[in-house]
């Protein structure tokens, strides 16, 4: 157990201070316009990143797979979230889709294959 | 009372919670299954309350957790921890813009909560100038709490919860879904966005690990900054 918590403590401080720094120093000091503009593009930037391969990336080893479930229940969970807004309204729907193909899945994709 | 406005109209937890609850909901399905791999990894729910509390940082938990799983050492733990969270550097920075009055103490309270999902829950509302910290600080420690909970649930019960049950896989993805259409208001948004995703596939393909979404998002968001200023120099030029 103290093992442990020593792991926990080392993984806290790496996941705090990178969260805290910034807050602490940025916000006191004026930024250069062209920096305020690049920031306004990183969630963007970010949330694709972290997107886009789990859609169309297959495991071990990575490899690109257009017929993941993964990306074709993105496609109408995208249609929902651009329609409705809804954050929790999504995620329902998209659990859902992707429930509902796991249930389907072997059928079709082996008629696709 | 001059200073009477609709924001001052209803309080800041009631704003918050109903900002925040979709991350709560996400977070409940995504910390239960943790939870479940947590306890076949051998930690017991004390260990995982403990964690939830003490790193608060959905993905990172469970590579750590595969990594404890594994064998791994404790270095090569926080290590790993270390390069997945540091895309928070960036949100940080984003969020700062707008916390320019803000009072130290509260800030670092701020910063422990500061996750993919409260940021791009907050950082639209602060964008849009009808947010405040308080607000912001009861949307990241509703989402703490339900993470707290749901993680410790899971590793109580969750192994009565059958694999794959009601798409549980699904949540976390979903809910970044609906987070980038939030992100998506003006084309060069959009134009980021696919720089972003295709370099992020290209370098996920190319290198092991997590750094290539550090790495797409800096080059995709310099590539923006490049092509909207040449954007509006043009429209200067004709105009």
Known sequence: MADYLTLLVGMGLVTYLPRWMPLHYLSRRSLPDWFIQWLGLIPSAILSALLLPVLVLGENPRHIDFLRPELWVALPTFAFAWWTRSLGGTVVVGMLLFWLVGKIDPLWIAWLR | ?239
């Not at chain 2, 709560?24 to 239960?32: E, K, R, T, V």
């Not at chain 2, 050492?73 to 813009?97: C, Q």
Request: aromatic fraction near 10%.
């Open chain 2, 1 to 239: 009372m001059t200073s009477y406005s609709v924001a001052a109209s209803s309080s800041p937890l009631k704003d918050g919670l109903s900002a925040g609850w979709p991350i709560c909901l996400g977070y409940l399905p995504i910390g239960i299954a943790f939870g479940v791999l947590a306890q076949k990894a051998g930690l017991t729910p004390v260990q995982i309350g403990l964690m939830s509390i003490m790193v608060f940082a959905g993905s990172s938990q469970f590579i750590a957790v595969s990594m404890i799983a594994a064998g791994a050492s404790a270095t090569a733990i926080i290590t790993t921890t270390f390069v997945v969270n540091l895309r928070h550097v960036l949100m940080s920075s984003s969020l700062a813009i707008y916390l320019k009055s803000a009072r130290r103490g509260l800030l670092a309270l701020y910063a422990y909560g500061v996750t993919d999902e409260s940021f791009a829950v907050n950082l639209p509302r602060f964008n849009a100038n009808d947010w405040s910290l308080g607000r912001a600080l009861v949307v990241n420690h509703a989402a703490n709490l339900t993470w707290f909970l749901s993680t410790v649930a899971g590793g109580i019960g969750g192994r009565f919860i059958p694999e794959g049950a009601l798409g549980i896989d699904y949540a976390l993805i979903a809910m970044f879904i609906c987070l980038l259409i939030y992100q998506i208001r003006k084309w060069i948004h959009l134009l980021t966005a696919v720089i972003a995703g295709i370099t992020a596939v290209g370098l996920a393909l190319k290198f092991q690990g997590n750094t290539y979404i550090v790495i797409a998002s800096v080059i995709a968001a310099t590539a923006g900054v490049i092509i909207q200023n040449q954007a509006m120099r043009r429209k200067r030029d004709n105009g």
